[in-house]
């Protein structure tokens, strides 16, 4: 009989090494802390990330303890680490996997606050976020419509997976303590698609369920379910709705996954290199649309006059965010921000405002949802055409002209699988609101580009400190 999926997870990830990471691994990890990194002076300044900060200053401070990125007070890891997810995941700057999770903000600050606690170097740091983001995008994969249908945010429901496993490397766990960090994560993680506030701290309380498990499966006294995700009271069967892998709704796939392929290639392939970088703050899908119609409308020289109707061609499910459920419902925080007002804001305006970048609409728009401009555009010349199975986060873009002619463009998700080199050029339109500016942002790409070199992670709070 073959091993469970715990258990394969849990024996890989504790004897996984530094030198087992291909180069293209380490170089995107660095992105991914990078990504994360950037994004907490931005959310610092923010009324959520203000309110975590004091939150966990007042209920969890603790001298020497783990620090809160930016503000530079201590508190215990888990309040560190709720603060430290906060404040990045405020700023609306972060990573995408399979369009509903958001490693990163839940990730990051897991290996950074147990890093600093237990003394781990920073290529320590780079082998358990490897361990985490692999074991995250492998187990969701598949899983994630089916996730979301269930009424479950598939982010923190993952996150909080992938936190456990992250800061069980950190912490040295040997193989029995990862299957049972494995299981205690898999009874705390939550987060409902309620369309309330309450989403605003899921991947908070991802990191800190997450850092959580990992310390209480070090603690030795809980044994963990040897079948956590797969068993048939387990994590699928509660999370996605099904043990067997029969899923009730997929992104264009089968219906009917092999459990098998969770793992299949563990160690020799890694799916976080497929992860993207999230530049707008709105769904990944609505990333490649907006890029895609600016470099058009550019390459052919068309102003907006010009355009008679721009269609879009999305895959089907991107069409039905968050969740076929909950799609358009009226307390969504989403609604209203379909694809065709952010393909209205290329078209209109030339492009979108990145986290902390340039307005392209005049200053007298104070709310481009309500611009004349923009709403008549949406109205008038803009068709989304959900396509059963079309490639996810690879819209396809014609451009029809007033005059009879029409362009057609596509943009492949793989443009958006950047390098470590490709998001630092990327990053530099965050610059004009980013605190400390270009000389700050300097001081952090140097630390993460040398975190494998690093003896602790305390340069790397430096490079951040307020």
């Given at each position: 009989?073959?091993?469970?999926?715990?258990?394969?997870?849990?024996?890989?990830?504790?004897?996984?090494?530094?030198?087992?990471?291909?180069?293209?691994?380490?170089?995107?990890?660095?992105?991914?802390?990078?990504?994360?990194?950037?994004?907490?002076?931005?959310?610092?300044?923010?009324?959520?990330?203000?309110?975590?900060?004091?939150?966990a200053?007042?209920?969890?401070?603790?001298?020497g303890?783990?620090?809160?990125?930016?503000?530079?007070?201590?508190?215990?890891?888990?309040?560190?680490?709720f603060?430290?997810?906060?404040?990045?995941?405020?700023?609306?700057?972060?990573?995408?996997?399979?369009?509903?999770?958001?490693p990163?903000p839940?990730?990051?600050?897991?290996?950074?606050?147990?890093?600093?606690?237990?003394?781990?170097?920073?290529?320590?740091?780079?082998?358990?976020?490897?361990?985490?983001?692999?074991?995250?995008?492998?187990?969701?994969?598949?899983?994630?419509?089916?996730?979301?249908?269930?009424?479950?945010?598939?982010?923190?429901?993952?996150?909080?997976?992938?936190?456990?496993?992250?800061?069980?490397?950190?912490?040295?766990?040997?193989?029995?303590?990862?299957?049972?960090?494995?299981?205690?994560?898999?009874?705390?993680?939550?987060?409902?698609?309620?369309?309330?506030?309450?989403?605003?701290?899921?991947?908070?309380?991802?990191?800190?369920?997450g850092?959580?498990?990992?310390?209480?499966?070090?603690?030795?006294?809980?044994?963990?379910?040897?079948?956590?995700?797969?068993?048939?009271s387990?994590?699928?069967?509660?999370?996605a709705?099904?043990?067997?892998g029969?899923?009730?709704?997929?992104?264009?796939?089968?219906m009917?996954?092999?459990?098998?392929?969770?793992?299949?290639?563990?160690?020799?392939?890694?799916?976080?290199l497929?992860?993207?970088?999230?530049?707008?703050?709105?769904?990944?899908?609505?990333?490649?649309?907006?890029?895609?119609?600016?470099?058009?409308?550019?390459?052919?020289?068309?102003?907006?006059?010009?355009?008679?109707?721009?269609?879009?061609?999305?895959?089907?499910?991107?069409?039905?965010?968050?969740?076929?459920?909950?799609?358009?419902?009226?307390?969504?925080?989403?609604?209203?921000?379909?694809?065709?007002?952010?393909?209205?804001?290329?078209?209109?305006?030339?492009?979108?405002?990145?986290?902390?970048?340039?307005?392209?609409?005049?200053?007298?728009?104070?709310?481009?949802?309500?611009?004349?401009?923009?709403?008549?555009?949406?109205?008038?010349?803009?068709?989304?055409?959900?396509?059963?199975?079309?490639?996810?986060?690879?819209?396809?873009?014609?451009?029809?002209?007033?005059?009879?002619?029409?362009?057609?463009?596509?943009?492949?998700?793989?443009?958006?699988?950047w390098t470590?080199?490709?998001?630092?050029?990327?990053?530099?339109?965050?610059?004009?609101?980013?605190?400390?500016?270009?000389?700050?942002?300097?001081?952090?790409?140097?630390?993460?580009?040398?975190?494998?070199?690093?003896?602790?992670?305390?340069?790397?709070?430096?490079?951040?400190?307020?």
């Open positions: 009989m073959a091993d469970s999926i715990s258990r394969q997870f849990a024996r890989w990830a504790a004897n996984l090494k530094y030198e087992d990471l291909p180069p293209a691994v380490v170089d995107k990890v660095k992105a991914l802390a990078l990504m994360a990194l950037t994004s907490a002076p931005l959310g610092s300044v923010t009324a959520r990330g203000k309110a975590a900060v004091q939150l200053k007042a209920e969890e401070a603790r001298p303890g783990a620090t809160i990125l930016v503000d530079g007070a201590s508190a215990t890891r888990l309040g560190a680490a603060a430290n997810a906060e404040v990045m995941w405020a700023s609306g700057l972060i990573d995408s996997y399979r369009m509903l999770t958001h990163g839940a990730l990051i600050p897991a290996a950074l606050v147990n890093a600093e606690m237990d003394g781990k170097s920073g290529k320590d740091v780079i082998v358990a976020l490897a361990a985490g983001y692999e074991f995250l995008t492998r187990l969701c994969d598949d899983f994630i419509p089916a996730t979301a249908a269930q009424g479950f945010r598939p982010g923190p429901i993952y996150a909080t997976m992938g936190a456990a496993m992250t800061s069980a490397k950190v912490l040295g766990l040997d193989e029995e303590s990862f299957v049972s960090a494995i299981d205690i994560a898999a009874n705390m993680a939550g987060g409902l698609l309620t369309g309330g506030g309450a989403s605003a701290i899921h991947e908070p309380n991802a990191a800190r369920q850092v959580a498990a990992a310390l209480l499966a070090r603690r030795g006294d809980l044994k963990g379910s040897e079948t956590a995700i797969e068993g048939p387990g994590f699928y069967a509660t999370f709705g099904t043990s067997k029969n899923v009730a709704i997929a992104f264009g796939g089968p009917d996954i092999d459990l098998a392929t969770v793992t299949e290639g563990l160690g020799r392939t890694y799916k976080l497929t992860i993207m970088f999230r530049m707008y703050p709105t769904a990944g899908y609505n990333q490649p649309v907006i890029d895609l119609i600016v470099e058009m409308m550019q390459a052919q020289g068309l102003k907006t006059a010009d355009l008679d109707m721009v269609e879009v061609s999305m895959n089907y499910i991107e069409n039905l965010y968050p969740s076929p459920e909950a799609f358009g419902r009226a307390d969504s925080r989403h609604a209203g921000e379909g694809s065709k007002f952010y393909a209205a804001n290329a078209a209109v305006y030339g492009g979108y405002p990145v986290v902390g970048g340039k307005a392209f609409a005049p200053a007298s728009v104070t709310d481009l949802q309500k611009d004349p401009a923009i709403v008549d555009f949406i109205a008038n010349h803009t068709k989304i055409i959900p396509v059963w199975g079309h490639p996810m986060f690879s819209p396809s873009v014609t451009l029809k002209v007033k005059d009879g002619r029409a362009f057609f463009g596509h943009y492949p998700y793989q443009r958006m699988e470590m080199d490709q998001l630092v050029a990327r990053l530099d339109e965050c610059m004009p609101g980013y605190p400390g500016g270009k000389a700050a942002f300097a001081k952090l790409v140097a630390a993460v580009r040398g975190m494998d070199g690093l003896a602790s992670v305390a340069p790397i709070y430096a490079a951040l400190k307020g």
